[in-house]
């Protein structure tokens, strides 16, 4: 059973189109990280965040932290085909130690032209 | 800029060969680990480590050994591969200390089949 659920799984949508993916677990993270990662490649950091209903942009992406510190959400507004890529999401299950780091299963977003 | 440094890139085992997994980062980071990678489930670590001379078993250990002799070098030794162990093997490491969030930087990764 993963400690860390994603939904969904896959997602293929036309760009321009909006989409938004969800991570959510039982348990408290004290900071929740969205990483994408490309073929062929190691995960890249997005984001990190670390207080209960945070919300925080980044161009187009807008990441949400819930307010019990439970779940976590990635919105994509007018996705494009450089967005395309395996979102993982990561919990902290203690204040800064990468060592207690639990992985999602991942989203493969695929943006068609 | 280097950052995390794995190789090799791809490797073909056969049931029974033993190989070593290097890894090296060039950031001065205490915290280093061995994740792997397989359809669906996400990234698993496997070993971990917060310094020279100290290394911890993560949530997958079995059949693979980590040695930290440097802060530079966490190498991951398969002493007896099994087809099980096919997957595809990222090294990370992160700075420690309070108040980092722990993120962490990732190697291109080593793709291993066992056969």
């Known amino acids: 059973t993963q400690l860390l659920e994603q939904s969904p799984q896959f997602l293929s949508i036309q760009e321009g189109e909006n989409l938004t993916v969800y991570c959510n677990s039982s348990?408290?993270?004290?900071?929740l990280q969205w990483y994408r990662q490309e073929p062929g490649e190691g995960p890249v950091l997005l984001v990190t965040v670390v207080t209960g209903g945070e919300v925080k942009k980044l161009k187009r992406l807008t990441f949400q932290f819930g307010d019990a510190r439970k779940d976590s959400s990635l919105h994509i507004t007018a996705a494009q085909p450089g967005d395309t890529g395996l979102y993982l999401c990561a919990g902290a299950l203690s204040s800064g130690s990468a060592r207690q780091l639990t992985f999602g299963s991942g989203t493969q977003l695929t943006v068609l032209p | 800029n280097a950052g995390v440094t794995q190789t090799p890139k791809f490797q073909v085992l056969k049931t029974g060969q033993s190989m070593t997994l290097q890894c090296a980062q060039d950031m001065n980071h205490e915290y280093m680990s061995w994740y792997r990678q397989d359809p669906g489930m996400g990234l698993r670590l496997i070993h971990y480590s917060v310094g020279a001379g100290i290394t911890d078993q993560g949530e997958v250990p079995n059949g693979y050994n980590v040695s930290r002799s440097t802060t530079e070098d966490f190498p991951l030794r398969l002493l007896s591969a099994a087809p099980s162990q096919t997957s595809v093997y990222f090294c990370?490491?992160?700075?420690?200390?309070?108040?980092?969030?722990?993120?962490?930087?990732f190697g291109e990764g080593s793709r291993l089949t066992v056969l």
């Open positions: 348990s408290v993270f004290s900071s």
């Open positions: 990370a490491s992160s700075r420690t200390g309070t108040g980092n969030t722990g993120e962490l930087f």
